[in-house]
């Protein structure tokens, strides 16, 4: 099989977006899915956006994506890249697709002279994680990610 990546561009709002709401699915989050091919528009590509996007194809048919943004690390005083989201399609999986989209994404960071390259992986996501594992990526157990969003967002930045 013949890859190559590519940056994504407008066009591709439809196709990524299809690689989101199957992404969704497979962690059993399909329901919550809110993009649109519109908001993907305007917040992938439009003025002030803050990531980036790349589309993998195999014989040129897409077969995943990436999408991420750049981070600050204080104690290195040097951006970092974060990997939001990186998506290969099942027929895709196991033909080394991820691992290349990962080496890309890599070369990104080292170009843009980033400290760190991260990413987030869910705890049942096995096969991922050996594939985080084989390429030498470090589990950050010591972290516990939080967040807000939704109702709960908005009453604590209201002051409720």
Not at 22 to 46: D, R, W
Not at 84 to 110: C, F, N, Q, T
Not at 152 to 159: H, I, P, S, T, V
């Amino acid at each position: 099989m013949n890859f190559t990546i590519r940056d994504a561009t407008p066009d591709d709002a439809g196709t990524i977006l299809r690689f989101i709401t199957e992404l969704a699915v497979f962690e059993n989050a399909g329901h919550e899915v809110e993009a649109t091919e519109e908001s993907l528009k305007a917040s992938l590509f439009g003025p002030g956006s803050v990531t980036g996007a790349a589309i993998i194809e195999a014989d040129g048919l897409p077969a995943g994506f990436a999408v991420w943004f750049f981070n600050y690390s204080t104690w290195q005083a040097k951006n970092g890249l974060y990997l939001e989201d990186l998506y290969i399609s099942p027929d895709y999986r196991g033909s080394g697709a991820g691992k290349r989209m990962l080496r890309h994404l890599a070369k990104i960071a080292v170009d843009k002279g980033c400290g760190r390259f991260e990413w987030s992986v869910l705890d049942w996501n096995e096969p991922a994680i050996r594939v985080y594992d084989a390429i030498g990526g470090e589990p950050q157990n010591e972290w516990i990610r939080y967040r807000l969003a939704g109702d709960r967002l908005k009453a604590f930045a209201e002051g409720a």
